[in-house]
């Protein structure tokens, strides 16, 4: 199969931090690719290189994409006047453009003019290839599937709703009929229904299609394969086989390193036990023959000579592995109970009526050891507002809160960075100890590497900063663990370790998230919110 996206060697900074080092990769026609990682590691930056938008320091994009090039970015801003209609057809513009001159081509040899036979030809090949007999149909269907079917086409943009404004974008780049989609994280603001549609429109559609998307059901059903981008050492892993792919080669590669391990420490203590054997043995305390004592000391000289060149043999085996140690492997991720969650039963926290004006309506909640609540509700619930009031970072209007242990909170965005902080202090502020003692505490996580104990948090992408947040979350024992969309700033394989400590922790647990599979998995009570109303 040809490629058709390809990256050489590929380095991109900005504001001298670097994001992408030397990456090289290549996506096959017809693939349907996920890119996944941490917030801020360079995903939409490699997808803003395939799509043109930015060029690389160093290195080379290539695209061989005749039918176009359909890219949906996070952050673009349609002008407000622009009508539904205008925004469609300007989605449609090339595809006009090549049917009309179809058109003229056609009136010409019509006439009898053969000279744009070839042209034409062309022209068909891409119009065809983008489905371009197809684009009022597609537009029809790509608009209901998002949603939007009976959203006026003279209605305009400025009087959409955000949601509504994304998917309007989302519903004209599909309408386009492009040979290559390049989607960064089209599944914001989209209700089930329509999921499932674009979900069903990507694994049926004909070209390319990469996405980047943090969302583990759409990688499942969607993607083929993933790009996984590394945030801390700014490079790009390849996986086959789609999620399921990624997690057996996430499983095998630690079973590797288990594996590893284990045979560097029975290397090396075969060798330690080779080298101190060898040293103590002495040549066989045989009799001597024919009382000739000169041929007895040579043949226990030449047996102590090769009993010393096995043990420096040993020696120097054993120097060189321990040079070049195989590490442990860090423990799963765990969320430490306190005394209290691991013993004793009842209440822990306790809200009665509690509201916030504009932000939250009245609500009670009551969290017993071993309970686990997820909290939903559509934007503007006072979901985020809840969690704020239950740990005691905001001062409800009304109600009561009232503690009965310990509280650890995961806030849906990392706080700001202390300026000069390095990452080493951050994760040691307000705890007793040596330096060494937090780095070897850190470090035995798995969450970060020695190389980047140093670095300052002002210069760590927002996903790093989270995984700090949760490194301090779990070294200290907790009742109560209070976590505000915890999968959103994180990668997908740490999300899956997140997952298992919360399932492993004996202690009360209350969670908002919009991640479908997390909810789809949960065992416990739900807490629906309605919009909230002042109070």
């Not at 079917?149 to 780049?173: F, N, P």
């Not at 209070?482 to 922790?505: C, F, I, K, Q, R």
């Amino acid at each position: 199969m040809p490629t058709q996206l390809t990256a050489l060697a590929v380095t991109k900074s900005f504001l001298g931090r670097c994001v992408l080092d030397e990456v090289t990769c290549s996506l096959a026609a017809g693939e349907r690719t996920g890119i996944i990682g941490e917030n801020g590691s360079g995903k939409s930056t490699l997808l803003r290189l395939f799509a043109g938008r930015e060029r690389p320091d160093r290195g080379e994009i290539v695209v061989h994409a005749d039918g176009g090039i359909g890219y949906l970015a996070q952050d673009e801003q349609l002008p407000a006047d622009t009508t539904v209609q205008q925004v469609i057809d300007r989605a449609l513009r090339e595809l006009r453009a090549i049917e009309s001159r179809m058109r003229r081509l056609e009136v010409g040899m019509a006439a009898g003019d053969e000279s744009g036979l070839a042209e034409y030809g062309e022209l068909t090949t891409v119009f065809e290839l983008r489905g371009g007999y197809d684009a009022d149909a597609r537009v029809e269907r790509a608009l209901h599937g998002l949603g939007l079917g009976l959203v006026a086409r003279d209605r305009t943009v400025g009087g959409l709703s955000g949601g509504e404004q994304v998917r309007l974008r989302l519903a004209a780049i599909l309408a386009a009929g492009s040979e290559v989609l390049l989607l960064d994280e089209p599944t914001n603001h989209l209700d089930d229904d329509a999921l499932t549609w674009l979900e069903d429109h990507l694994r049926t559609r004909r070209g390319t299609t990469v996405t980047v998307s943090h969302d583990r059901v759409f990688l499942e059903r969607v993607a083929t394969s993933l790009l996984e981008v590394d945030a801390d050492r700014r490079r790009v892993v390849r996986y086959g086989n789609g999620y399921a792919g990624f997690r057996a080669e996430k499983a095998a590669a630690r079973q590797r390193w288990v594996q590893a391990h284990a045979q560097w420490q029975a290397d090396t203590e075969r060798l330690r036990e080779t080298a101190a054997t060898t040293a103590r043995r002495v040549a066989p305390g045989r009799a001597m023959k024919d009382n000739n004592k000169m041929a007895y000391d040579r043949a226990g000289g030449r047996v102590q000579q090769s009993l010393a060149g096995r043990v420096r043999n040993a020696e120097e085996r054993l120097r060189r592995l321990l040079a070049d140690p195989v590490p442990p492997p860090p423990e799963p991720l765990r969320f430490r109970p306190s005394l209290r969650a691991g013993h004793a039963h009842g209440t822990v926290l306790e809200a009665t009526d509690i509201a916030v004006g504009g932000r939250l309506d009245r609500t009670s909640v009551t969290v017993a050891v071993g309970d686990r609540l997820l909290v939903t509700g559509p934007n503007g619930a006072g979901k985020s507002t809840l969690l704020r009031v239950l740990a005691g970072a905001l001062a409800p209007d009304a109600g009561t809160v009232t503690h009965r242990g310990r509280v650890g909170c995961l806030a849906q965005e990392p706080p700001p960075a202390r300026p000069g902080e390095t990452l080493l202090a951050a994760f040691a502020r307000g705890r007793a100890g040596e330096n060494e003692q937090h780095a070897e505490r850190l470090l035995a996580l798995g969450l970060f590497d020695r190389s980047r104990l140093s670095t300052r948090i002002e210069n760590l992408s927002t996903g790093q900063r989270q995984r700090l947040v949760l490194a301090r979350l779990v070294v200290e024992p907790v009742d109560v663990l209070l976590l505000d969309e915890p999968t959103n700033h994180l990668s997908p394989g740490l999300v899956e370790e997140l997952e298992t400590a919360l399932a492993d922790y004996p202690g009360a647990v209350v969670i908002v998230s919009h991640d479908r599979r997390l909810r789809a998995r949960w065992d416990g009570a739900h807490l629906a919110l309605r919009t909230s109303v002042t109070v």
